[in-house]
């Protein structure tokens, strides 16, 4: 049954995308109705380089069965990706599940994933104010 969209509960769903060729299958989550998300599946593997949808292109579309495994209610955007993690992580080391990175990472995951960029980054906007102050005699 579909939730009313006039609640004020705001609703996400888990899915999994699988096939009826090979035991390939892909986790996913959505706040869109599984059947519209299938279909945006479709749309976006025209145009799309992802592992996913590169395999169910391959073997074709009508072959790709969507699943909804969890229905819940969230109040952020993180909530959701959070979710969907939980089953990524379950699978991601089978070599049948096409998800190839965790959907969510912490601040502090990804500050250490990319420390060196942003020290990087952070040497060029001070080389940046540094080079300012001299062009304008600013002390």
Same mark, same amino acid.
Request: hydrophobic share 25%; with cysteine; aromatic share 16%.
């Given at each position: 049954?579909?939730? $009313?969209? &006039?609640?004020?509960?705001?609703?996400?769903?888990?899915?999994?995308?699988?096939?009826?060729?090979?035991?390939?299958?892909?986790?996913?989550?959505?706040?869109?109705?599984?059947?519209?998300?299938?279909?945006?599946?479709?749309? $976006?593997?025209?145009?799309?380089?992802?592992?996913?949808?590169?395999?169910?292109?391959?073997?074709?579309?009508?072959?790709?069965?969507?699943?909804?495994?969890?229905?819940?209610?969230?109040? &952020?955007?993180? $909530?959701?990706?959070?979710?969907?993690?939980?089953?990524?992580?379950?699978?991601?080391?089978?070599?049948?599940?096409?998800?190839?990175?965790?959907?969510?990472?912490?601040?502090?995951?990804?500050?250490?994933?990319?420390?060196?960029? &942003?020290?990087?980054?952070?040497?060029?906007?001070?080389?940046?104010?540094?080079?300012?102050?001299?062009? &304008?005699?600013?002390?």
């Amino acid at each position: 049954m579909r939730p $009313d969209p &006039y609640l004020s509960d705001s609703i996400a769903y888990i899915y999994k995308l699988y096939n009826t060729i090979d035991d390939i299958f892909y986790y996913g989550s959505t706040t869109s109705y599984i059947d519209v998300r299938l279909k945006q599946h479709i749309h $976006d593997s025209k145009k799309s380089n992802r592992k996913d949808h590169l395999h169910f292109n391959k073997i074709g579309w009508e072959n790709v069965k969507i699943v909804c495994i969890e229905e819940f209610v969230y109040d &952020y955007y993180s $909530d959701i990706l959070k979710k969907e993690n939980q089953y990524i992580q379950q699978y991601i080391s089978n070599p049948s599940c096409l998800n190839m990175i965790h959907s969510y990472s912490s601040p502090k995951t990804k500050y250490e994933k990319y420390r060196e960029k &942003y020290l990087k980054r952070k040497d060029e906007s001070y080389r940046i104010l540094l080079l300012n102050a001299i062009r &304008y005699n600013i002390k």
